[in-house]
């Protein structure tokens, strides 16, 4: 028993090791040094009228990759939105994750460094969410920058929809064919297109680990693609179809992110598959690949040459044979997660020493789980803040300061 | 704070924020539909223009070219050409039952009520595509309700018009393809009437034209604004898509007095009232509901149908104008039933405030009485909230009859029973209660 226990700690090792080793050339693939478009610059700063600004801060520069730099300059306006998108995956990321060992912390970015931490080296579960959630970040924050009218290269001519050819095959992704034309449905497209050159920039499908970053960003932006409905209402005399008016139905990111966290918790660990790429049988991919072929007038389909229009057509092989083999929204890992409980500056995990917890919840924010049975201290601290908040019309809020005392449970 | 207040995230807007609703649903809802709109200004401006200050020739020519570049905006090209068929099948029937009229002296008129039912009930029961026909419906019905009172209007004397001139009628810019319905003097009165206050039609062109986008956007999303999970009551769903329903008309009423303004209709005032929303939204019967719904049908059913059939009785003249109504909707499922129990509501209304303002002598009819003559009067408290009731009965009617009508043209729908049994019937009930009650 001992004997297995030393040699499965001695291969994670090797694995780790291994691991990181690659990481510093090849290994977790190269799409991931975008996310620090995040810290380099306030909102403030990034103001859509001026997205030059955006474009010449260095730091900025430094972060993207030579493809992505060009997408930026060949559409103005867009780095906004993807920083914009990349704040609001960070967000939503420690929203999911607030009462879990791992909270999704960020580094104080430096250049070369990885924003989320080292964990990002590691092929494991958290790993798929944060790729998964930054690229359904930049889809819906794309898509929704585009309905503002902030990127030029996606305004949609709303005189002209009716009379656009309206091409069968000419849907990347299910769903978005069945919209009737109305009003800027080809935002969302145009979000998703923009994400897959720009996130998926680096990945080439070469190793596993590519394999892993490619399935779940795809599998984040089919999440806000599939959320994502426009909805119709008739106009006319007594219940007539004269006219027709349209109008998108965004949802909010907290349900994409819910979502996420759904898949993330159920997350399929794969392997490498011998199966090849060509010779797919996931309906997905293979539908994708069909009308690529089709059609080559999207952005996406021009610049991708001919040869890497397989760069989607893979299947991964559960880990577990008996396993159902993922889906196009299902999260993939191939490494089981590190321990969260213990600091560890080799995988850049902090530990949960310090953390708050709740010594009432038996679930994972419960002070048992969150302290990994370390115990807690218990403290009574007096907490200042506004209460009997009543809302003046209009619009003021005003408040009283109110001085509680609140007992705060924090992990040794 | 505001600013916060605009961008927070609200549980009542299903998790929206109000700036979220503004961007992804008035917003994109209105941007939708508003170059249509200014095209169709554009048009009925250039036809008002033109009609001024030119010879009548170009002015019925300028209306039939106004009224295709109207229709090319939404409907089809195949739609525009079975419409065409309809004018010109129509204007055939009117010539030769004009003809006859003339050598054997008979009422022929009849003919014209009767071919544009029966084509309305074909297109409805037996057109193959009922998608087209549901987006050119409107079209056809306004279209027949012209020829109708072209007809009765010929045969009372009227000289009979050219194809050219009928062309130009049926087609006119302002009112082909939302109504509302114009009789042929008002369609030749455009010319006439140059003279007006500019500053108060443009005044009232802006007013109306916001007025509509405010009820499209209210019509739009108040599925948004009030989500059926944060209040889960099944009448307040039903009063909302009712409400819904209820908006979209008004935008459309709204919309096509924009329409007709920029055309150069109007009265005195410059208005060329369709529709009182109040009166709808709250009536104190559901006969106002029925006159202000669409005042223009509304007078052209009076004036073609009703009086047309009053020498046969009171009461079978009610009941025509209702079946007239509704054969000229189509005869569409859900309208039939929702205009045949708008005549029986309103006849069980009728007949209990007539029976109270007797019994008790009060001011308690349906319509409020010209010279009340009776002893209490409608500044009474007492009649106040007798009138009050009848008012909360006849919304509650509305409820049921909106969500009738929320839904037509949706194929998979659920059916009438379905609809009116979700709600336990409970307004038949509270008529079929009324109308005991009048026989006490």
């Not at chain 1, 691991?19 to 909102?43: F, L, N, T």
């Not at chain 1, 880990?319 to 490494?335: A, R, S």
């Not at chain 2, 009063?239 to 007709?260: N, P």
């Not at chain 2, 009232?273 to 509901?289: M, Y």
């Amino acid at each position: 028993m001992k004997i297995t226990v030393v040699t499965v700690v001695v291969l994670l090792m090797g694995c780790i090791s291994v691991e990181y080793v690659d990481s510093r050339s090849k290994g977790r693939g190269k799409g991931s040094m975008w996310w620090g478009i995040a810290k380099a610059g306030e909102p403030n700063n990034l103001s859509p009228l001026s997205p030059g600004v955006l474009y010449m801060d260095s730091s900025v520069h430094g972060t993207l990759r030579k493809k992505q730099r060009r997408l930026a300059r060949e559409n103005p306006g867009v780095l906004v939105a993807v920083a914009k998108g990349a704040n609001q995956a960070i967000h939503e990321c420690q929203y999911q994750f607030r009462n879990r060992r791992w909270n999704c912390s960020t580094r104080n970015f430096l250049r070369g460094k990885n924003l989320f931490g080292k964990i990002v080296d590691r092929g494991c579960r958290e790993t798929a969410f944060i790729y998964a959630i930054t690229s359904a970040a930049v889809t819906h924050a794309v898509a929704r920058a585009c309905s503002e009218g902030a990127i030029e290269t996606c305004n949609c001519d709303y005189s002209h929809h009716k009379s656009r050819p309206r091409v069968s095959g000419n849907s990347a992704v299910a769903g978005v064919r069945d919209w009737e034309w109305g009003g800027c449905s080809d935002n969302i497209r145009f979000g998703f297109k923009f994400s897959r050159e720009f996130v998926d920039t680096g990945e080439r499908n070469r190793n596993l680990r590519e394999k892993m970053n490619l399935h779940n960003n795809e599998a984040g932006r089919m999440h806000v693609q599939s959320q994502m409905r426009q909805e119709c209402k008739c106009h006319g005399m007594s219940g007539s179809c004269t006219v027709k008016t349209c109008w998108m139905r965004l949802p909010p990111f907290r349900v994409i992110g819910d979502t996420l966290k759904d898949r993330f918790d159920g997350a399929s660990r794969v392997m490498v598959s011998n199966v090849g790429n060509a010779h797919s049988n996931n309906a997905h991919n293979n539908k994708y690949n069909k009308s690529n072929n089709i059609n080559s007038n999207s952005i996406h389909n021009r610049r991708e040459g001919k040869g890497r229009k397989q760069k989607y057509g893979f299947q991964l092989k559960p880990y577990n044979p008996e396993h159902k083999p993922p889906g196009p929204k299902d999260l993939v890992y191939y490494e089981p997660s590190p321990g969260f409980c213990d600091r560890n500056p080799k995988l850049g995990i902090q530990g949960t020493h310090g953390r708050q917890c709740n010594d009432t919840s038996i679930g994972v924010d419960g002070c048992d789980l969150l302290c990994c049975g370390r115990g807690y201290r218990t403290q009574v601290v007096d907490v200042v803040e506004r209460c009997n908040c009543t809302f003046h019309w209009c619009c003021e809020v005003k408040c009283d300061v109110c001085r509680t005392k609140k007992t705060v449970h924090t992990c040794l | 704070m505001l600013s916060y207040l605009l961008h927070s995230q609200f549980e009542c807007l299903g998790g929206l924020s109000p700036y979220d609703v503004w961007e992804l649903c008035i917003q994109a809802s209105c941007m939708d539909i508003a170059p249509k709109i200014v095209y169709m200004l554009i048009y009925n401006l250039v036809y008002q223009l033109i009609s001024a200050y030119f010879s009548h020739k170009v002015f019925h020519l300028c209306s039939i070219v106004g009224g295709f570049a109207v229709m090319r905006l939404a409907i089809s090209h195949s739609n525009i050409t079975h419409f065409l068929v309809f004018l010109a099948v129509g204007y055939v029937c009117m010539y030769c039952a004009n003809r006859v009229h003339l050598k054997k002296q008979i009422k022929t008129e009849y003919i014209a009520v009767l071919l544009c039912i029966v084509y309305l009930l074909l297109c409805e029961f037996v057109y193959p595509n009922q998608d087209d026909w549901i987006q050119s419906r409107g079209l056809f019905m306004i279209a027949a309700m012209k020829i109708i009172s072209l007809c009765f209007d010929l045969q009372n004397g009227h000289y009979f018009p050219s194809p050219y001139v009928y062309a130009g009628y049926m087609l006119c810019p302002a009112n082909v393809m939302f109504g509302p319905w114009i009789s042929f003097t008002e369609y030749n009165i455009a010319r006439v009437m140059s003279q007006r206050k500019k500053f108060t039609w443009v005044l009232r062109t802006i007013h109306v034209l916001l007025l509509s986008f405010f009820f499209l956007s209210m019509s739009n999303c108040l599925s948004i604004i009030v989500i059926p999970s944060v209040i889960d009551n099944k009448w307040i769903s039903a009063y909302r898509r009712a409400f819904s329903f209820r908006c979209s008309h008004y935008f459309i009423s709204f919309l096509s007095e924009a329409t007709m303004l920029c055309g150069g209709y109007g009265d005195s005032k410059n208005q060329y009232v369709i529709t009182r929303p109040f009166d709808i939204e709250l009536p104190t019967s559901l006969v106002s509901v029925v006159v202000s719904w669409n005042i223009p049908m509304h007078r052209f059913l009076k004036k073609y149908v009703y009086l047309e059939i009053l020498r046969f009785g009171y009461f079978k003249a009610i009941l025509g104008t209702y079946l007239i109504s509704s054969l000229l909707h189509g005869f569409n499922l859900e309208i039939a039933a929702v205009l045949v129990t708008i005549g029986a509501y309103s006849f069980v209304q009728f007949r209990l405030q007539e029976k109270l303002a007797r019994s008790f002598n009060a001011c308690l009819r349906v319509r409020p009485c010209r010279t009340c003559t009776h002893k209490y009067k409608r500044s009474n408290w007492l009649i106040k909230l007798v009138l009050l009731i009848f008012a909360c009965i006849t919304i509650c009617d509305l409820i049921f009859l909106g969500v009738l009508m929320d839904s037509v043209g949706y194929p998979d729908a659920p059916s009438i029973y379905e609809k009116w049994g979700d709600l336990d019937f409970l307004s038949h009930w509270v008529m079929l209660g009324l109308y005991i009650i009048t026989f006490i």
